[in-house]
């Protein structure tokens, strides 16, 4: 089994308040067969065992689909590898002697809680406004009288698999949260059970949108390049489209 | 300690009728006044938390992530299992109980299970109204699938993130909820102790983890539905974060643990690569429904699986299982798997791994088919392991998974603390010594959406509370008791980091509390938690202070709790002298390896009671007996 010398360049910055910058670290003996989270705990141990600070970053299921993981590594949100969330990214991507930058996601909605931890609470405010279907507790139909069509149900899905990562915020040079909020719009206003409440669920989650602070969107598309479960911004022409005749209507 | 079960009386199939026709109700206008808390966001805590916003209930809730969308049940992949019966294959709520009690080795209550069954065609209804994109077929209805432990296709799925659907199903409820203002929502809090009252759960205590500071919080009952302690052995499909602190601390208050021994090995798992993993990644179960198992005969065998012909290779669990083969249930094959690699037929670096092989349904469906149902799963292997598992077969290994134990629960879902209920994979109550796949989302949500909102009312409506506030002095013992937790956790500065010794402690777990056990291996296990636990609270190095963000100071207070837990599960283990489920006593096997019951003496669900004083542990194991008035106790066969 090889092993890498890998060089890093990692943001510290003690709170939102505090000022924050590089610090630089070299790690041997690093396995290709280590995830990249697996490398930072690695360093942790290390300079927990030094009584420095460990770096602090979010992570959770570390499969990929929680999406706790949100570091922006060498100015790319989750990395090198298309389709593929920071916890899912190996070693192997990278080469004895490179040298990784590791920020957080950088967008006035995501205020630094700790080095790279974010706080990403404004994504949770844009569902609340309207990314739902009202449905109460025991007062479902049976599930087979509404038909949906193979097709439709798909596509509802291929928006229906975002992770809520941030990534689309910190990849845009807007900031700006479009792909997020208009993958939910698209899954449940595509579907049929979606469509009582399609127009308002639209306006209430743009506002939102807006009033978290996060920036507009000039189609620069960098958001679908990187997300990790590949969500497309053809999401965000049926937004502007259920949006426009929604407010027209 | 008195162990109601409060099962209530009549025929198996009208028992929950009945019950709801009988329990207390609380008038619309008084849900309003009524606090209730709910520990943990994920499918029983979001679908409880949003049904009982609904009903007009005050709810708080309360998660250790930054958003309650990311709880741990997003990870589930396969599928939800429903008696809807679509497929026409002969499915009822009869059978999916049936196999679901045959399944847990006949070591869960009939009543609560014959429920679960009943709700999950409910469970469906609800899903796929609030937009959870289930799989369909062209005709616009929807598609089933098989699993492990049923020869029927009762399993509802959505692609390979059926977790990931209907937990946002549930969270999208919830957070409707929390915009109504009947739901104020506290992420990043972790629960840290439980308060009781004149002995009734009355609030809870929690960490806020960005600044550290202690809060208290009053209520008129307590949810929790904090998951399962699957990570007490370090490496498990688990996430990182999911921990037993919150049960564990409910546990000391008074609230009885049981079957903590009951845990789950899932079958297929990436196998470990190095010292530096940090956790497992679970191949869904219904890959087994494609892939064929097998290795090598001949444990020298060093050729590429791909140039190993048929007659050289061992497809163990269809020889020794004709009827079921490769979808047997997941502590079966998981014992197969050890029993292989045992005789030095593994494969793979380390040999600790089995071939998982789609070759021959790639050759009859096509690559377009198999990628279509497994496409995530495949990318997934690929991408952690390196190779492609289109052209070669997949090599996977058990890793711990579920935990059946959990808070014990009366039929209301009701701990022996009145007011402190208990939901999903934390309490204990439905799949005995085994759980079927696909059926863990069906009880989180079961519990959230259909039970819990019905069976706290009824306690509520009787239960007479005194107004208290959180000046009341138990409020400020368990302040003083975490806060003091803290400080003595922070001031050892020893040499060994808390990881190390998590790493150490799931090594005793795994070697001799995990696949099987032996009462010779528990007993040492035992003697070696505890001087592992003594050496911990002397030479732990947790790293900070606790007036901030630090994640070291979290994982140190919750494998402080994992080292008790341990301790727990190997005594439990111990004293299950018989075979069931998962939990295989070396002792007491067939000559084939299956486990041998013992229901003469061990019908029953061990409930352990906390008796420490002073820091040193002790627990008292109390009865609950299983009557089994419905279905005939077999020796469970898959032949």
Redesign the interface.
Known sequence: ?STMTIHLKIWRQ??AEAQGHFEKYTLNDV?E???F???L??L??D???K????V?F???????????CNLVINGRAHGPKHM?AAC?L?M?MYNDGDTIVVEPPRAAGFPV??DL?V???A??RI???G??????????????I?????DI??E??DY??C??CGACVAACPNSSAHLFTAAKIA??NL?P??KPEKEKRVVAMVNQMEKEGFGDCSNYAECEAVCPVGVSISSIAQMRKDYLKAIFS | MKLESNVPSGPLEEKWNNHLNDIKLVAPNNKRKYNIIVVGTGLAGA?AA??LA?LGYNVKTFCI??????A?S??AQGGINAA?N?PNDGDSVWRLFYDTIKGGDYRSREANVYRLAQNSN?I????????V??A???????DNRSFGGAQVSRTFY??G?TG??LL?GA???M??Q??TGKIK?Y?RHEMLDLVVVDGVARGIVSRDL?DGKIHRWEADAVVLCTGGYGNVFYLSTN???SNVTAAWRCHKRGAAFANPCMVQIHPTCIPV??D????L??MSESLRNDGRVWVPKDPDDERHPNDIPEEDRYYYLEERYPSFGNLVPRDVASRNAKMVTDEGMGVGDTGLAVYLDFRDAIKRDGRDVIEAKYGNLFD?YQ??T?DNPYEEPMRIFPAVHYTMGGLWVDYNLMSNIPGLFVAGEANYSDHGANRLGASALMQGLSDG??II?YTIGNYLADADLEKIDTAHEAFSVAEKDSTEQIDKILSVQG?K?V??FHRELGKIMWDKVGISRSAEGLNEAISEIRSLREEFWKNV?V??EAN?????LEFALRVADFFELAELMAEDALDRDESCGCHLREEHQTEEGEALRNDEDYAYVSAWEYKGVNGKLEEVLHKENLEFEFVELKQRSYK
């Open positions: 089994m003690k709170n396995s067969h280590m995830s989270l697996e490398m705990d690695v942790n141990e300079l927990i065992k009584g420095e600070d460990p602090e979010d992570y959770d299921c570390r499969e990929g689909i929680c999406g706790s593929t899912q190996h192997r809680i700790r931890v706080d990403r609470n994504l949770d569902i609340e406004a990314g739902y279907i009202s449905v109460k507790t025991g007062s479902a139909p049976e599930a087979n509404i038909p949906v069509e193979k149900s798909e509802a899905f229906a698999t992770i809520g899954h449940l579907l059970q979606g | 679908s949003a049904s609904e992530q930054d958003s309650a969308r990311r741990h997003i990870a809807k679509y409910h469906i209804d609800q899903a796929v109204a609030q937009g994109p289930f369909r077929e062209y005709g616009g209805l929807l959505a692609r993130q990931q659907q946002l969270y999208q409820s957070m409707k929390v915009h929502n992420p960005i996430a990182k974060n690569s190095g530096y993993q940090s956790k990644t679970l997934m991408n952690i390196d959406y259909f909102p040499d980091t990881i190390e190095r790293p900070g901030y963000y630090n994640k070291y």
